[in-house]
Structure formats: C-alpha cells, structure tokens
C-alpha cells in the first residue's frame, strides 16, 4: 500500500530532514541561477553569454561524472554530501567580486566548481533516499521532492527576480551561501542505515583511479535493457535543455514585466515551477504506481511536453502562454520522478551510485549541447526565439515515440534475468527491500 505525503514527512524523521535540507538548498540556488543570469545580461547583453554559462553549469558532470558515482558507491554518502554542500557555500561568495564585463571568465570559472560539487551531491541524495524509505514510499518520496523542487522553483524564481531587482545581484548570492551551511547541518543530523560490506579486493591503479568501479558499472547497466532505457529518460529530455536559455530571453524581450529583466525572468520560471509541481501529483493520483503504467506514462510525458512547448513558442498571449509553458512542465517532471522511481527499484544498492550519476552525466552532456546550440541559434544565425521554442518542441517528440517503439526490446528483461555478482555481504533483492522497510521505522547506526 502505497504512503501519504503527509504520512512520510511525519513518520520518517531521516527523510524529513533530508527533505528540509533539499527546501533550503534549492531555494539559495534559484535565487543564485536568476542573479547569475541578470549578471551576464547587465555585462554583456548576449544571448551566447547565458547560453555559455548554462554549458558551465552542466559540463561538470560530463567531467566528473564517472568518479561521482564510483564515490557514492565505495564511500560515506552522509559525509559526501556534507562535503559538497560547505564547498559550494564557500564558492558561491565569489561571485561578489564580479564588477566589470572582462571579469565574464570568472563567472565561468566559478559555475564550473559549483556544479562539479553538486555533482557529487546529487548521486549521493539519489542514491541513498532507497535505504532511508520503504520501497512502497519511493513514488511518494520522489514526487515529494520534485515537488519541493517545483515549488522551491516557484518561490526562489519569483523571490530571486524580486530580490535581484531590489536589492541587486550580491543579496542573492550571499542567500545562496547561506542556505548551503543550513542543508548541510541538516544532512548532518539524518543516520544513515549501514551498508553491506564491499568485497576487499587487491588496491590497483586502475581501482584507485575508479576504473575498475566505473567498468564494472558499465557491464552491469549493458545486461539489463530495462536500466538502461530507464537511464536514457532524463538525458533525452536534456535535448530540449536549450529552453533553459529561451525562457531569459523571453523574459527580458518578449514577455518583460516591468523595466527589469530578472522579474519577466522570474515569472517565466515560476511558471515552470508550477508546472513541475502539479505533474507528479497529478500523475500519481491518475495511473496509480504500477510499473507497467509508470512506463507507458513516461512515453506520454515526452509528447506532452513537446505539443506544448511548440505551442509556448506560439503563443502571443502572456497568460496563455504561461499556461502552455506550465502544462510542458507537467510532462517533464512527471518522466522524470516516474523514471528515477523505477531505478530506485530496479538497481542494487552497491550499483545506484554509479548508474544515477552516469545519468546525470548524460543528462548534463546533452543539456549542455542543447543550450550552446541554442545560444548559437539566436546570435550566429539570428533565429527567432519563437521558432527556436517551436523547434525544440518538435524534438521532445522523438524521444516519445521512439520509447513506444523500443519498449518490446528494452522489456524483456524479467525478474529473473542474470543479476551482476553479489559482492560479499550483500543483501538478496527481498533482503533488500526488507531493510528498506526495517529502515523506515528504525534509526540504524551511521555507515
């Protein structure tokens, strides 16, 4: 039987802090994207500019990526993303010495070792949510924080526009590292269950260098076609990425509210957060949590999304087309939880470090081609921003109808398909999931 929201965030006090720290964190980074933004576009002005600096935010992980997910895998997952959060309060504070259009390579600089922190953050968080809930909590779990995602998206775009255009863009910076210090202590305070020991094998170069880790990964996710296709969901929604860049542009040239960039900014990404918020929600509460439905849903969320954004890009209304943009949201945030849901499921404890952060590092790959493509699209080729919209909806159609056509190969894969070698002291799949649920009602000691 499935959990409520509510449910969870009272009984589960790991996960609530855990989640307390996700409102905080990602509220400071909303208020730090939107001042980031209005910094390039007062500096610079150029729609290259902003699409450079998405390329900066997602590149780290493509990096870096492979080592994050051998890290989640063989160390303290607690200590990782406690690490991270300081890191990143203490990198976001230089930003404050950015004044003048030739210090841009700054900006740069420090967006990449931002992101390349919160590359190990985010594989960390993901992989370690299955070992503090139930295995019946996952869906509402998941669809909890991207809501809080949404909603933090909302709150922080809308406050960080505000803030921005108030009281300038080193208010937002100094939130951002703040709330960073505060996620930190709250994952602090969260035990961890303690996890099965890995198999001690002989130190090699190749071992100490995250090879070996990163090879065997590979062979795991090769051998189960489900996996793998559950891992190409969010780097294929990565391909429209570019809209990340389209939505600034809307709002400092099509739909500005007021003489401000970062407020018609704001509004277009309150929208997006809405949209984010509603879908899973809405998703859940229709299909149920049955694998089979989450699978086919995930395949109609890429058409959605891409119906409405070719509409966005057309509308010339600003209410209608907050509600197109709202609506595409929907479809993307919907793939995306019912997709983490079914790898949370389906992968093991000693490989879910590594196959969350080779997703993101897909995701990141192709959302950094995607916004650079943009960017050059606008200023080299001087396509309208309309059409360009118009085109990347027309993309997150592909993704969509290629999943209904591959789903007869990629589902094969049964419950009893070959399984990768244990390593020693790992729990069988019913084990597993019996400590998932001892773990949702009892505090173990830290790993």
Request: glycine share 10%; charged share 15%; hydrophobic share 50%.
């Amino acid at each position: 039987m499935s959990v409520g929201y509510l449910e969870l965030l009272r009984e589960n006090r790991g996960f609530r802090q855990l989640w307390l720290g996700q409102v905080v964190s990602q509220l400071g980074d909303w208020f730090d994207t939107i001042a980031v933004m209005t910094l390039v576009l007062n500096l610079t002005g150029s729609g290259r500019d902003v699409g450079l600096i998405m390329v900066a935010r997602f590149l780290p992980s493509v990096v870096v990526g492979p080592l994050s997910g051998v890290v989640a895998d063989r160390f303290n997952r607690r200590t990782i993303m406690i690490v991270s959060d300081v890191l990143r309060a203490v990198v976001v504070l230089g930003f404050l010495f950015v004044r003048r259009p030739d210090q841009i390579w700054l900006i740069y600089t420090l967006t990449v070792l931002q992101l390349t922190f919160s590359t190990f953050f985010e594989p960390a968080k993901s992989a370690a949510i299955p070992s503090i809930v139930a295995e019946r909590e996952l869906v509402s779990a998941n669809a909890i924080a991207s809501v809080t995602w949404s909603a933090m998206l909302t709150l922080g775009a809308v406050a960080g526009g505000l803030v921005t255009g108030w009281f300038g863009t080193d208010a937002a910076f100094v939130v951002d590292s703040a709330t960073y210090l505060v996620s930190a202590a709250l994952v602090w305070s969260v035990r961890f269950p303690r996890r099965p020991p890995r198999e001690k094998t002989p130190l090699t170069l190749a071992k100490a260098l995250g090879i070996t880790d990163t090879l065997e990964g590979i062979r795991y996710v090769r051998t189960r076609p489900r996996v793998l296709a559950l891992m190409a969901v969010k780097p294929a929604w990565g391909l429209g990425g570019g809209i990340l860049v389209l939505l600034a542009v809307f709002g400092e040239k099509i739909f500005p509210v007021g003489r401000n960039a970062a407020t018609g900014i704001g509004v277009l990404y309150a929208a997006r957060g809405i949209g984010t918020a509603i879908g899973p929600v809405f998703a859940r509460r229709l299909v149920g949590e049955s694998r089979t439905r989450m699978q086919t849903v995930i395949g109609l969320s890429f058409l959605v999304g891409g119906i409405f954004y070719a509409a966005f890009g057309g509308a010339t209304n600003y209410a209608l087309a907050l509600v197109m943009l709202l609506v595409a949201h929907m479809g993307g945030s919907i793939l995306w939880v019912f997709s983490t849901v079914l790898l949370q499921q389906g992968v093991e404890d000693n490989f879910r470090g590594r196959v969350f952060a080779a997703e993101l590092a897909l995701l990141t790959l192709t959302m950094a081609a995607s916004n650079y493509a943009v960017g050059e699209l606008l200023d080299r080729f001087n396509y309208s921003p309309r059409v360009v919209t118009v085109g990347i909806g027309v993309l997150f159609l592909l993704p969509g109808l290629l999943w209904f056509a591959t789903a007869r190969w990629w589902n094969r894969e049964r419950s009893g398909s070959p399984r990768a070698p244990a390593h020693a002291g790992e729990p069988s799949a019913a084990s597993d999931a019996a400590l998932r649920d001892a773990a949702a009602k009892i505090h173990l000691s830290s790993d």
